[in-house]
């Protein structure tokens, strides 16, 4: 079965700190994606990237960076100097790419207080 | 380009009641998908569209639920009648064509309390 785990519930840093959000997900399939979105006080989920599970590659835009390891089932977040925007409720996500379709589960989401 | 929309933002029922939320995809967008995230809990998928057909409502909790896309544009999900327990935020997504990996861009949500 798939789960993702977002164990971070709430997070507050000081603006400028660096902050990492941690997921660890878990499937049993060999293809997967993994996603992160941000949800702002707006409400709306922007999606931010998605990976694939053949791509271990360490993405960086900007001051967002994500470390994927499959060796830990680990997708974490990096927001490097962080700023009041930031503040929001990041969630990760997982789609199992052989089950026919591509609905996506969630972790609980990690709520992010940037404070000036 | 327009995105996900969702109508009404926020919905205040009385258990037995029925509502119907509308989500309008981005055009061109043949997925359409539902979710729902009831209160300190992970947001769960409920069911996904391509065009008009139902790919999977695996997610539907029961048949009190009631998701329609007519002429595979927008969708509209109805709960009839409305229990405690189906108040959440309800998000609409879609997606491009295809159904592998692609990602899904979501509207602002429908916030329902079921009261």
């Known amino acids: 079965a798939q789960k993702v785990t977002q164990a971070q519930t709430e997070i507050s840093v000081v603006e400028k700190e660096d902050v990492t959000l941690d997921c660890v997900y878990e499937t049993r399939d060999t293809t997967y994606y993994l996603f992160w979105y941000k949800q702002p006080p707006s409400g709306e989920l922007v999606f931010l990237i998605r990976?694939?599970?053949?791509?271990?590659q360490n993405e960086i835009s900007g001051r967002y960076s994500w470390n994927f390891q499959k060796s830990t089932s680990s997708f974490n977040f990096t927001i490097t100097a962080s700023q009041v925007v930031d503040s929001a409720v990041y969630f990760c996500?997982?789609?199992?790419?052989?089950?026919?379709?591509?609905?996506?589960?969630f972790g609980k989401g990690t709520r992010l207080s940037v404070i000036a | 380009e327009a995105g996900v929309t969702q109508f009404p933002s926020h919905s205040v029922i009385e258990k037995g009641q029925t509502v119907t939320l509308r989500c309008d995809p981005i055009?061109?967008?043949?997925?359409l998908y539902w979710y729902r995230r009831v209160m300190g809990k992970e947001i769960k998928f409920l069911l996904h569209?391509?065009?008009?057909?139902?790919?999977?409502e695996s997610g539907m909790p029961n048949n009190r639920f009631l998701a329609e896309r007519t002429g595979g544009t927008y969708s509209t999900l109805k709960v009839q009648p409305a229990e405690l327990e189906d108040s959440g935020v309800y998000f609409c997504a879609s997606s491009l064509p295809g159904t592998r990996g692609k990602e899904q861009y979501f509207g602002p949500g429908t916030r329902l309390t079921v009261t």
């Open positions: 990976r694939n599970s053949f791509d271990e």
């Open positions: 996500a997982l789609s199992e790419r052989n089950s026919g379709n591509t609905p996506l589960v």
């Open positions: 055009s061109g967008h043949d997925n």
């Open positions: 569209f391509v065009k008009e057909s139902k790919q999977d």
